[in-house]
């Protein structure tokens, strides 16, 4: 058995605006040291949920444990401890780096060493710069060091990627990595797929306010229908039949010059079997596997506005 | 099951350290937006300049109750300098710290947002009051104005005028939905407010019963309590009333319906 409690420990969390139920039942767990993902589309309780975490909300039910405290009752020390980097958050215009990381390091009992941080975070030749004239990527990385300044053992960080250009967001992913890397744990707040699948050690996916699943991104694709697809150009012609009998095909269709091989379990070695025995080459031969995206789509299978965006999102990523 | 613990670190840094960190960075703020500097400093200590260099604004005039143009308007100057500061420039300044989320990203530290509201009313307030001190300063060195032999009422007249404004910038804060209704209430509160102070009428030139009015709103009687000290008198105890009434309530009322996101 494990020894290391987890960090956080959320059980059957409720927390309603109004009428509106923004998170319905929410139960998780996250260990020291992992990049722990919460997924879903927009507008199903994640960022309720880490509110509520981060001791920014008062919830209506269930409890939640940061390091063993109640985050609602004990404010001051989980804030000491939780780093928390929030969508929208903004810093006065006419603050500069320098000045922004110094008072909020001053903020806390035991801070990190900012000037450490502004290396690790590449802040250096910003730390003159308003926060104003700053670049996007950019603010977000001094977002990043705001989190980190306090020395917390947790990081929460909400749709950090959301609004940077591609590279900027692969740039910052790198650093998610190196703060883990520092052993801080990082609770990653996110609605893009190749985001979570690159990052996250495990993720819990959220909609409508409840978890549907807790897996390693790996096990979340799993989970999903094993149907594979093989695409290749045959070297010369040969009957469908020679394919179609396999155990593990389901189909074989043509399109164009490309045969397409549907099938579960070890299509691909079959496939090849055969056709070497044929003595038929299969040129530009391609595997497509389900990726977390399908995995995603097919357990948040309704499909609101906001996971056919959140899908349109990922297309344009890759 | 063991649980995992907080480390034994005190929660909180010094709170005296962090609220002068809190001033440093807010006056610096306010220094760079340059607008507290020109409105709240530069243009009042310059109106003085200019009154104080026109010939026979230091004779007494019948029509101002005896007192001299100059006299008449160093009180006023005062409470334009506050006004602006504290009325004008720091609601719509606070709203945008709600609007971008500057006091949410606050509140996930563990210093109060509260406290940088503090800093600011404290950075705008000490603006306006500093100013006022500069201005009695040049008024007796360069016009010859009286030194109050109440000093101590003179402070105490503007400690209390400075609460009151506050405490209305507090209000336009608290009440204002965006940064541009803040900076649209906030403008339009300083016409009405003025007025009262006796920019545009002096207090001595006003119809009695439009005074009687003056004397009830807090630059009114802002404005009465200072006059009364420069003229060598203690300000009127229900000039002070009004000032201190005019600061609980909208302090209050401020609390009470502050949103900090």
């Known amino acids: ?318 | 099951m063991t649980t995992a613990t907080l480390h034994a670190t005190p929660a909180t840094a010094p709170s005296g350290r962090v609220f002068r960190n809190l001033l440093r960075s807010e006056a610096l703020l306010a220094w760079r937006s340059g607008a507290a500097v020109f409105w709240s400093a530069f243009l009042p200590v310059a109106g003085l300049v200019v009154i104080g260099s026109i010939s026979g604004t230091r004779t007494p005039q019948d029509g101002l109750g005896g007192r001299s143009v100059l006299d008449t308007y160093l009180p006023i100057l005062m409470m334009f300098s506050l006004t602006i500061s504290v009325v004008t420039l720091m609601p719509p300044g606070l709203a945008i710290y709600r609007e971008k989320g500057i006091l949410r990203r606050l509140s996930t530290t563990p210093v109060s947002p509260s406290r940088l509201l503090g800093a600011q009313a404290t950075i705008y307030a000490g603006l306006g009051v500093l100013v006022s001190v500069v201005l009695l300063v040049v008024a007796v060195a360069a016009y010859d104005v009286r030194l109050p032999d109440q000093l101590v009422g003179f402070a105490l007249a503007l400690v209390l005028v400075g609460a009151a404004t506050t405490g209305l910038g507090l209000v336009v804060a608290a009440l204002a939905p965006s940064t541009r209704v803040a900076s649209a209430l906030s403008t339009l509160l300083f016409f009405p407010l003025m007025f009262f102070a006796g920019l545009w009428i002096p207090r001595a030139a006003m119809p009695s019963g439009l005074r009687a009015v003056s004397d009830w709103t807090p630059l009114g009687a802002g404005v009465r309590a200072i006059q009364a000290t420069v003229d060598g008198n203690w300000p009127p105890v229900s000039s002070l009333l009004v000032m201190a009434g005019w600061a609980v309530v909208s302090g209050v009322v401020a609390a009470r319906t502050f949103r900090w996101e």
């Open chain 1, 1 to 318: 058995m494990t020894t290391t409690p987890p960090v956080i420990e959320i059980d059957h969390l409720s927390k309603s605006y109004g009428t509106k139920r923004a998170v319905v039942d929410v139960s998780l767990s996250v260990e020291e040291g992992e990049i722990f993902g919460i997924l879903g589309p927009n507008g199903s309780g994640k960022t309720t949920t880490v509110e509520c975490v981060s001791g920014l909300r008062h919830r209506d039910g269930g409890s939640i444990r940061v390091l063993g405290a109640d985050p609602q009752t004990h404010r001051d020390a989980v804030r000491a401890q939780v780093g928390v980097q929030l969508q929208e958050a903004e810093l006065p215009a006419k603050l500069t780096v320098r000045e922004a990381l110094a008072l909020y390091a001053s903020f806390y009992p035991d801070p990190a060493d900012w000037r450490e941080l502004v290396d690790v975070l590449g802040l250096g030749p910003s730390l003159g710069t308003r926060f104003g004239k700053l670049s996007g990527g950019q603010q977000q990385r001094l977002s990043i060091a705001l989190a980190l300044v306090g020395n917390p053992r947790i990081a929460i960080l909400d749709e950090l990627t959301t609004g940077l250009d591609p590279a900027a967001r692969r740039e910052t992913w790198d650093l998610i990595e190196s703060v883990r890397d520092r052993g801080v744990t990082v609770v990653l707040v996110t609605h893009f797929m190749q985001e979570a699948e690159r990052l996250c050690d495990r993720l819990a996916v959220i909609d409508a306010g409840e978890v549907v699943a807790i897996d390693t991104p790996g096990g979340l694709v799993e989970r999903l229908d094993t149907r594979q697809e093989l695409r290749f150009r045959p070297s010369q012609p040969f009957d469908d039949a020679l394919l179609g009998d396999l155990g593990p095909v389901d189909g074989v269709v043509r399109r164009g010059g490309e045969v397409h091989v549907t099938g579960t379990g070890d299509v691909l070695g079959a496939v090849v079997t055969a056709l070497a025995r044929a003595g038929i080459v299969a040129e530009g031969l391609r595997v497509q596997q389900p990726s977390l995206d399908d995995a995603f789509l097919a357990m948040v299978g309704h499909t609101t506005p906001a996971a056919a965006e959140t899908a349109t999102h990922t297309q344009e990523q890759s």
